[in-house]
Structures are given as structure tokens and as C-alpha cells.
């Protein structure tokens, strides 16, 4: 779990560093993430940053343990006027180690997704230690979608890393970056040609791609 802390510590602080200069209005962008936009999934990194498990329960149990109105609500807390005061509010709670009850390689995709979810809308990229997202995409694979997770995008597909050691499944082949595996299996959209082989097309199909 360390070192997972450590990682996501990283991810966090590079994020807020990427989006400091970038003017207001552009948070208004559309993420990747369906119906947010940047300022949306930056105000529910801030929210996350700052759960407790105690925390999370109370306020799932106040939504009716609906996950969709769990995160309106979180999103409508952190979500400030101004989005540097958003990301300000982010960078205070950004080294924290607090968590929702949940297994640790949620942090990682937390921290991957939704990094992409912000920088590939705005132009920005980033270089993301392999490894970690391949651990990350290896527990979206073993999670329901109705969890968060991607399972059922892949069922029938072999997903095999390019950038990393990583193979799963049984079926037509799909070949990316680790990245391009766990962005498509968590439902966004990936650019033409990150992905290739005989199983390529459905899998993007079904990120929306």
C-alpha cells in the first residue's frame, strides 16, 4: 500500500502542476468522463483525496447507496466558482493517505483515468509509470462495470500490454499501451491506432471510441 501512496502521491502533484496555468474557461471542457467536465472530475479528485472510510459510508448511506448520486454530490461540495480554488483545495489534501473502503488499486485508477480523463481533452499528456497502470487495468479486468470496473468490455477479448508484461483473457487479440488497455476497459473513448488486432474494433466500440 506504500508504494501505491507513493505513486498516487506522484500522479496528484503532477496533475496540479500540468493544470495551474491553464486558464479558467477551460475548465469548462469536456472530460472523458461522461457528463463532467475537467472542472467536474477535478472537484471529484478533490473530494476524493479527502475521504474517510467513515466518511464514505455516512454520505453513501445519505445518497440511498447510489453511487451516481453519491458523486453529484461530491462533485457539487468540492466544485468551487473559481477553478484554481478547486485546484487548491485538491492540492491541500493531495498527499493524504485517507481512502473509501475499497481494494488499494483503486487509488492507481483513480489517479490514471481520471488524470487522462482531464489532460487528453486540454492537449496534455503525460508519461505514466507502465507497471502501475498495468496493476490498475489488471483490477478493472477482475471488476464488475456496475463497480466501476470493466470486466464485461472484455469478456471475450485478449488484452495484451505492449509497454508492459501483461496478457489476460481468451479471444481476439488487443494490442496497446498498457494506458490505451485501461482507458478503453474503463469505458472512455482512445485515440485511432492505439489499439490494434482482430479484437480492437469491438473493444473500442465499446469505450464510445
Not at 466558482?81 to 485508477?109: E, G, Y
Not at 463497480?147 to 496497446?176: H, I, N, P, Q
Request: proline share 6%.
Amino acid at each position: 500500500m506504500n508504494e501505491i501512496w507513493t505513486v498516487v502521491h506522484a500522479e496528484r502533484h503532477a496533475l496540479i502542476d500540468d493544470l495551474r496555468q491553464v486558464p479558467a474557461e477551460r475548465f469548462a471542457t469536456p472530460s472523458l468522463c461522461p457528463g463532467w467536465d475537467v472542472h467536474d472530475v477535478l472537484a471529484h479528485l478533490a473530494d476524493d483525496a479527502k475521504t474517510t472510510k467513515l466518511g464514505f459510508l455516512a454520505r453513501l448511506a445519505a445518497a440511498r447507496f447510489d453511487f451516481d448520486r453519491y458523486n453529484a454530490a461530491a462533485v457539487a461540495r468540492e466544485r468551487a466558482a473559481d477553478p484554481q480554488a478547486t485546484l487548491d483545495a485538491f492540492r491541500a489534501a493531495a498527499s493524504r493517505t485517507t481512502s473509501a473502503p475499497a481494494p488499494p488499486a483503486t487509488r492507481l485508477v483513480e489517479a490514471f483515468v481520471h488524470g487522462e480523463d482531464i489532460r487528453r481533452p486540454l492537449g496534455l499528456s503525460r508519461q505514466y509509470p507502465a507497471e502501475h497502470v498495468a496493476a490498475a487495468l489488471a483490477h478493472q479486468l477482475k471488476t464488475g462495470v456496475g463497480m466501476g470496473g470493466g470486466k464485461e468490455r472484455a469478456r471475450g477479448l485478449r488484452l495484451v500490454a505492449t509497454d508492459a508484461r501483461f496478457g489476460s483473457g481468451d479471444g481476439a487479440e488487443v494490442r496497446g499501451s498498457a494506458l490505451a488497455l485501461l482507458l478503453a476497459v474503463s469505458g472512455r473513448p482512445v485515440r485511432p491506432g492505439e489499439l490494434t488486432g482482430p479484437g480492437a474494433a469491438a473493444l473500442q466500440g465499446d469505450s464510445g471510441a
